[in-house]
C-alpha cells in the first residue's frame, strides 16, 4: 500500500496541514483566534508581540502564508512597540519566510536577513533562518546560497551545545 503524496500549493512545496491551512476545505486555523480581549494593542507588551509570533508560526506550518504574513506583519508591529528584540527577530523571520512562499522571494529573503541579524544568540530562532533562508534560496534555484545558509545551521547547533554543557 502506498502513502498517498501530500498536496502541493501554487508554489510547488507544502507543509503537511492539519486542517488550518487556506487550501481546499480548510477550516479557520490559529489566525481565527481574537486575540484583543487577552492581549490588547494598549499598552504595548512583550507577551502579545511573543503570542502573535508563534502564531504566525502555526499559519506557515499549516501552510496559511497569508495568514502567517499578516501574522508576523502584527508581530513586528508589537515587538517594535513594546521593544522586544527576541520577538522582533523571531517575527522577521516567519515574516520574510512567508514574503518569500508567496512570491516576493527577494524581499522574503532581505526580511529573513534582518530577521537573522537579531537572533544572534537565539539558537531556536538563528537555526529556523537560516533553515528557511535555505529553503527559499534553494526554491530560488541558488543552490550554493542555500548550502551556505544551511551549513550556518551547524555552527549554531555546535554553539548551542558548546554553550549548554559549559554551563549545566
Not at 502584527?74 to 514574503?99: H, P
Not at 544568540?121 to 533553515?131: F, H, M, P, Q
Request: proline share 7%.
Amino acid at each position: 500500500m502506498s502513502t498517498p503524496e501530500p498536496p502541493v500549493g501554487d508554489s510547488g512545496w507544502s507543509w503537511p496541514s492539519d486542517g488550518g491551512g487556506s487550501g481546499a476545505g480548510a477550516t479557520p486555523g490559529p489566525a481565527a483566534v481574537p486575540l484583543s480581549p487577552l492581549l490588547p494593542e494598549d499598552p504595548p507588551s512583550a507577551a502579545r508581540a511573543r503570542v502573535l509570533s508563534v502564531l504566525a508560526q502555526l499559519d506557515i506550518h499549516g501552510d496559511d502564508m497569508p495568514s502567517a504574513v499578516r501574522d508576523a506583519e502584527r508581530a513586528v508591529a508589537a515587538a517594535l512597540a513594546a521593544g522586544e528584540t527576541r520577538s522582533l527577530a523571531d517575527a522577521r523571520v516567519t515574516l520574510g519566510a512567508g514574503t518569500a512562499y508567496l512570491g516576493e522571494a527577494e524581499r522574503g529573503l532581505e526580511i529573513m536577513r534582518e530577521g537573522l541579524a537579531g537572533a544572534e544568540g537565539n539558537a531556536y530562532t538563528e537555526v529556523r533562518g537560516y533553515a528557511n533562508l535555505a529553503d527559499a534560496l534553494g526554491l530560488m534555484g541558488r543552490h550554493e546560497e542555500a548550502v551556505e545558509a544551511a551549513t550556518m545551521v551547524f555552527g549554531v547547533a555546535a554553539r548551542s551545545v558548546t554553550l549548554f554543557t559549559v554551563t549545566v
